[in-house]
């Protein structure tokens, strides 16, 4: 079964308005990356957090770590065009072994109306 | 110079056909991975190998067969494509293990069966 849940799946947005997606997970992870995906294109790294409770801001983008490290979100103030896209969170999965598994959240797909 | 390429970029097909795609990565990265992301977008692990030696395989049919030369090259060949391979696969790579650190993704490669 899907180990990283992520909600929602569609968000529509006005171009100014603020957009969040959240993630999460059952288990405590060790730590949570978040990856964007244009329209035809391949998922690009956005982030990585690894502290409990750790809160980064990349411009308009703030990303937070739950501070059980079982969610995350990130969250895009005064949403542009550009920002349209597939946003998603990976989060490692140990299956009683020391090799992780990074899953990916099924994505929220962001589009922005001008 | 595209840090990891996968050739071919589009690849349509028959039911029962055999295909094969080919990544290579000049980060200079351990690990390389195969992921597959369906109509859905949600993105997949199939493989991953770490030194080219096989390290993780996510439960994938046997017709899937991955194949790593050398850390730089993972190939990724199907035997007997079915309908359900139709798809866009995805290359990644990462300096260590993706569990602790980032992916950078190929352009991938879509797959269609007919």
């Known amino acids: 079964g899907q180990q990283v849940m992520q909600i929602p799946q569609y968000q529509h947005v006005q171009e100014g308005e603020d957009f969040t997606t959240y993630c999460n997970s059952s288990?405590?992870?060790?730590?949570i990356q978040w990856y964007k995906q244009r329209p035809g294109g391949h998922p690009v790294f956005l982030i990585q957090?690894?502290?409990?409770?750790e809160v980064k801001k990349q411009k308009r983008l703030t990303f937070q770590f739950g501070e059980a490290k079982k969610n995350s979100s990130l969250h895009i103030t005064a949403t542009q065009t550009t920002d349209v896209g597939t946003y998603f969170c990976a989060g490692p999965v140990y299956r009683g072994s020391t090799l992780g598994r990074l899953y990916f959240g099924r994505g929220t797909q962001l589009t922005v109306w001008p | 110079d595209t840090a990891v390429s996968q050739t071919p970029k589009y690849l349509v097909t028959q039911m029962g056909n055999d295909k094969s795609i080919k990544c290579e990565q000049n980060?200079?990265?351990?690990?390389m991975y195969w992921y597959k992301q369906d109509s859905k977008k949600f993105l997949k692990i199939m493989f991953s190998?770490?030194?080219?030696?096989?390290?993780i395989n996510e439960t994938v049919p046997n017709r899937f067969s991955p194949k790593s030369p050398d850390k730089a090259h993972l190939n990724l060949h199907i035997n007997s494509l079915e309908l359900g391979d139709s798809a866009v696969y995805f290359c990644?790579?990462?300096?260590?293990?993706?569990?602790?650190?980032?992916?950078?993704f190929g352009e991938g490669s879509r797959l269609t069966v007919l």
């Open positions: 990644a790579s990462s300096r260590g293990l993706a569990s602790t650190g980032e992916l950078f």
């Open positions: 980060l200079g990265h351990d690990t």
């Open positions: 288990t405590t992870l060790s730590n």
């Open positions: 190998y770490n030194n080219k030696e096989l390290i």
């Open positions: 957090l690894v502290k409990s409770g």
